[in-house]
């Protein structure tokens, strides 16, 4: 379990983290989201005590990272950047990580098959693909057996086949009743993997919410194209409902369902060429509501539908 | 319900620890699975030697023109040492600042996120490491050199005085230059920028010393870091040097004040 309590970190004038109060349960995925730039490495890395926060705190099981006995026992971390000396052996590398904590050697033998890095295994690092030094980075963080495992952007920049097994072994860990915390500014990966989303923009808190409400809340419109649209306007015309027109012909109705616009159409005698319901991607979900952060502070999925409204 | 068992990973878990003993094995490890650690100090090593050889054959060699040696035996054959320093001065920054260059302290500092362990282990260990491979080339010149000197009968014992310190102190001036230069590099974090301090407090400060007035000077010029480390190479009492011991104790002082330096910095600073 992660607790983090008004979390702030402060680079000269810039504020990367600003105030993040957010809790990780145990035994799920939970996703870490926000754009490029928002302050989700600067999060992670002061969960692992690489950086001191500028005020506020945060805890893994309990307590600081770094007042843990054996911190890898703990948490295992997969860092954006890479850790790695580029000059050493991957197995030496896991064998010096692991003397630290007094991991026996077998533990290494092991963590290099579940990786499938064994061929490659005495080779310089340096050498590596990309893919092959995240795999690395998995085995560094699985060494101690970690009870929790936090990935930074583990995807980023890797082929399909690279990213169908992280996506597995992600999968896999957290059916195992691990704590997974992995970020990343692609929502469709979250949506394929993580059971929660904390989502951040900013530095900052936007939403702390499980996929299937996230899911639920995102924006439903609906498309009409028809040749009396300034009519179909003003008949659809209520409190909730905002229309807009992308084209002299073409109306985007939000705030109606499809049967609804359907109905109101015929009792006004207008001839539609088109209806066409649009259930907005998650994706678009996510950007609509990463866009302009300052507007958007709810925590609550309530909220979120309110705010998907208003845009 | 099911029983979970507690007790064997319980039993594990008491064993799976950080202790300071298992950070210096770990950068034991380290040390040796880097091809570019063992060059270095081979270099080093082969410095010190080659040219304390080198030294004693052209000054036989000389010998047969001049009839006397120019220097007394004992500091030329461990002159190697002056080059030698920056081999494994250079060697005691990239052990730390190799790390920072490649990513691999973000690894360090989360399997032991004290920290300070990770420091005192990295100079113990490179302590003795560069002790023992200084202290054995500084043998290996001096008794190699003079196995060369001895064919015209002008060589050294180490039983003559003085000889033995000048011979050990050569090995541990190299030693305390390499832990300066992890220090440096503690601090600085940046191969070029450390090595670059490192070389211009070694070399460029005793070059500036000397345009100082000359009153000054002789307050000021043997205080200086190399100056006074070096003052325990030497097998005469010279005037312008401290005591050999002293001039020692004061460059391993302005070491360790270097050290305490990247402490403070190494706990407080971000990863």
Not at chain 1, 89 to 98: E, K, P, Q, T, V
């Amino acid at each position: 379990m992660i607790e983090a309590h008004g979390l702030t970190k402060r680079y000269g004038d810039k504020l990367a983290v600003d105030d993040l109060t957010f809790t990780v349960q145990p035994g799920m995925v939970t996703g870490f989201l926000g754009p490029n730039g928002s302050g989700k490495s600067t999060t992670i890395r002061m969960i692992m005590g690489l950086d001191a926060p500028t005020a506020g705190s945060v805890t893994v099981n309990g307590r600081p990272y770094a007042e843990h006995a054996a911190p890898l026992r703990e948490v295992g971390a997969l860092l954006e950047a890479r850790a790695i000396h580029t000059g050493r052996s991957a197995y030496s590398h896991l064998l010096a990580l692991a003397a630290t904590t007094g991991i026996p050697r077998r533990r290494v033998d092991e963590v290099v098959d579940q990786v499938g890095l064994r061929e490659v295994a005495r080779k310089r690092a340096g050498g590596f693909s990309l893919g092959m030094g995240q795999r690395l980075g998995i085995a560094s963080a699985l060494l101690g057996d970690p009870a929790t495992l936090i990935l930074d952007e583990p995807v980023n920049g890797l082929d399909p086949e690279g990213i169908l097994w992280i996506r597995n072994l992600l999968k896999a860990l957290a059916a195992e009743g691990r704590t997974i915390f992995v970020s990343s500014h692609l929502m469709s990966e979250m949506a394929l993997t993580a059971d929660q989303l904390i989502i951040v923009g900013r530095g900052r808190l936007i939403a702390d919410v499980s996929v299937a409400e996230f899911t639920r809340a995102s924006r439903h419109s609906v498309r009409v194209r028809s040749p009396q649209a300034s009519v179909l306007r003003d008949a659809l015309a209520g409190p909730e409902v905002t229309v807009s027109t992308p084209a002299l012909d073409v109306l985007e109705i939000d705030g109606l369902d499809s049967e609804t616009v359907g109905r109101i159409a015929a009792e006004h005698g207008v001839m539609l060429f088109e209806l066409v319901p649009h259930t907005a991607s998650l994706e678009e979900a996510f950007m609509e509501l990463t866009s302009d952060d300052v507007e958007f502070r709810a925590t609550e999925a309530a909220d979120l539908v309110g705010a998907g409204r208003r845009a | 319900m099911t029983t979970t068992t507690v007790a064997a990973p319980d039993r594990t878990a008491r064993n799976i620890k950080v202790t300071q003993g298992r950070v210096v094995n770990s950068e034991w490890i380290k040390m040796r699975s880097l091809r570019s650690t063992r060059y270095t100090l081979i270099a080093s090593i082969a410095i010190t030697v080659g040219l304390g050889l080198l030294f004693a054959s052209f000054a036989v060699a000389r010998l047969n023109s001049t009839g006397h040696l120019e220097t007394d035996p004992v500091t030329l054959t461990l002159r190697g040492a002056f080059l030698a320093q920056l081999a494994i001065g250079v060697l005691g920054v990239l052990l730390i600042t190799g790390e920072y260059s490649t990513g691999m302290i973000r690894a360090t500092m989360s399997a032991v996120p004290r920290r300070l362990p990770v420091l005192w282990a990295k100079l113990g260990l490179f302590a003795v490491v560069a002790a023992v491979a200084s202290i054995a080339a500084a043998f290996a010149a001096f008794l190699g050199g003079q196995a060369i000197l001895s064919s015209k009968h002008v060589g050294a014992s180490l039983s003559d005085p003085g000889v033995l310190r000048a011979v050990i102190g050569t090995g541990l001036y190299l030693a305390v230059v390499g832990l300066l230069g992890m220090a440096l590099g503690f601090i600085i974090r940046n191969t070029a920028g450390a090595i670059t301090t490192l070389f211009g407090i070694l070399l460029i400060l005793p070059v500036l010393g000397e345009v100082l007035p000359a009153s000054w000077a002789s307050h000021v010029v043997p205080y200086l870091p190399s100056n006074a480390g070096q003052a325990i190479m030497q097998l005469h009492a010279d005037p312008n040097t401290l005591a050999p011991w002293t001039g020692f104790a004061l460059f391993v002082g302005y070491t360790a004040v270097a050290v305490a330096v990247a402490a403070v910095l190494v706990k407080r600073r971000d990863a």
